[in-house]
T-cell receptor
């Protein structure tokens, strides 16, 4: 158990809808990261937050947004969903964003868009 | 972006040591080498990381060559539960852990 909690585990929704994925980092971790893993692709970095502030952006679509709250949990909002958004979404956390600080991943939310 | 090269797949007999190689010839002085594994569709699991020296923990050993251009992850006594995709990642400044395609390790009974 990595200590990172993601909810829900599974989510099925229709095209055009909006969903929110939630992540609770490990106790003491200040940095949160979001990744997307589609069926035929590897893990794609989406966005990172550190202590409530956006720190880095990766391949995140404009239809997607995220935030980190004062209690350090994070939410990833996906809107105007398309079939291609079906994927596993992973959250990870680390103590701080330094090069020597490992990421610890949750077990993901599986999103199915029908 | 991954900056690492790994063989796409490897087999290992159960109970034997699994040695997974990784090339990172362009690594810079302050960049760490990380190893993760992903079993089926679970979240990637952190295994070990290092900068210059060899490292060992309860899961594995990491051997980094003196010039730091390559490394080897060693699972000392592979079990069937070690079957997974193993990712070698070099973390650079501003690089948010870009995962490549990894090595698919199959442990054979």
């Amino acid at each position: 158990d990595s200590g990172v909690t993601q909810t829900p585990k599974h989510l099925i929704t229709a095209t055009g809808q909006r969903v929110t994925l939630r992540c609770s980092p490990r106790s003491g971790d200040l940095s949160v990261y979001w990744y997307q893993q589609s069926l035929d692709q590897g893990l794609q970095f989406l966005i990172q937050y550190y202590n409530g502030e956006e720190r880095a952006k990766g391949n995140i679509l404009e239809r997607f947004s995220a935030q980190q709250f004062p209690d350090l949990h994070s939410e990833l909002n996906l809107s105007s969903l398309e079939l291609g958004d079906s994927a596993l979404y992973f959250c990870a956390s680390s103590v701080e964003p330094g090069l020597g600080s490992p990421l610890h991943f949750g077990n993901g939310t599986r999103l199915t868009v029908t | 972006d991954a900056k690492t090269t790994q063989p796409p797949s490897m087999d290992c007999a159960e109970g034997r040591a699994a040695n997974l190689p990784c090339n990172h010839s362009t690594i810079s002085g302050n960049e760490y080498v990380y190893w993760y594994r992903q079993i089926h569709s679970q979240g990637p699991q952190y295994i070990i990381h290092g900068l210059k020296n060899n490292e060992t923990n309860e899961m594995a050993s990491l051997i980094i060559t003196e010039d730091r251009k390559s490394s080897t992850l060693i699972l000392p006594h592979a079990t069937l539960r070690d079957t997974a995709v193993y990712y070698c990642i070099v973390r650079v400044e501003g690089n948010q852990f870009y995962f490549g395609t990894g090595t698919s390790l199959t442990v054979i009974p």
